[in-house]
């Protein structure tokens, strides 16, 4: 093997640049040539491919965001997408690939190798952190902080204004983000896709606060909750308490952005080494991960059907802690 391929796909996520410095540094070692395939599978179906060395990583480790830009491609998904891209894969002389992405991104994979042979590792890029197969994606930890930050500044002014706050996360199919960034700020109440909403029992938890004198509330919501986002709940809230003060702030794309955390750097760099060392061993169609601080890979059909389940004694907690 002396060339393979490396892309971003699907949604960004701090770390993406440190994975991708790691899968070309790593590739170098083994005197292998890396070639950067610009915004996903569509840069992969256009040929917007080129040589990359080792310099072109230097300086990236803590920047957000991806080099190699990334994008969703549905021409991918056709038949003759997939010919196209096969086409440049062979143009190139590229002979592997390591795919950085998330769910969509695999689920692609899947595809694709069901018509053409080509070894391929993934790396799990998505700060949902909705993949089996490892406990942590790259950008999950950057995004939980992000958004433990806005929401302390939150606090802060409802505190001020005895207000109750209404915060939406991203999480379209999971509420990993809601949950761990409302566990570590003390938030009242969370709601997540994984766990359905009853809306009446959220509401007389609220009067209940109110009874007790409790001026300040903070609900934390993913945007995929059953229920609905900030919106649907702040419609909910204010029917049923009209003189109460409440505010809805969604965060939206600002958990996607920003330095990576020192764990997203880490993580990012050991699956990236991981990725190309597992080509080196003959290894395709597998995602690197990592589990309970143990390498490993898992297929890629098990990676895209399989979600973690949110612990129930966390979601007890919840309502413990915010007593």
Known sequence: MKNIGVLTSGGDGPGMNAAIRAVVRTA????????????????MIEGDIYKMQ??????????????????????????????????????????????????????????????YTIPAIGVPGTIDKDLAGTDFTIGFDTAVNTAVQAIDKIRDTAE???????IEVMGRDAGYIALHSGLASGAEDILI?????????????????????KTVHILVVAEGDDFGGAKEVYDAVTKRFPNKDVRSTVLGHIQRGGSPTCADRILA???????????????????????????????????????????RDMAEMIRVLAV
């Open 54 to 115: 080792t310099t072109d990583v230097s300086n990236t480790i803590q920047r957000g965001g991806t080099i190699l830009k990334t994008a969703r491609s549905k021409e991918f998904m056709t038949a003759a997408g997939m010919q196209k891209a096969y086409e440049q894969l062979k143009k190139h002389g590229i002979e592997a690939l390591v795919l950085i992405g998330g769910d969509g991104t695999f689920r692609g994979a899947v595809e694709f190798f069901k018509h």
């Open 160 to 166: 001020a204004h005895d207000r109750l706050f209404i």
């Open 269 to 311: 760099s050991r699956l990236g080494h991981a990725a190309v060392e597992a080509l080196c061993d003959g290894k395709t169609q597998v995602m690197a991960g990592i589990v309970n601080g143990e390498l490993v890979y898992t297929p890629f059909e098990q990676c895209v059907k399989e979600n973690g389940v949110i612990s």
């Open 193 to 213: 896709p994984e766990m359905k909403t009853n809306m009446d029992e959220v509401l007389q938890r609220i009067d209940n606060d109110e009874h007790r004198k």
């Open 28 to 43: 170098a070692y083994h005197g292998i040539d890396v070639y950067g395939i610009r915004r996903g599978y569509q840069g």
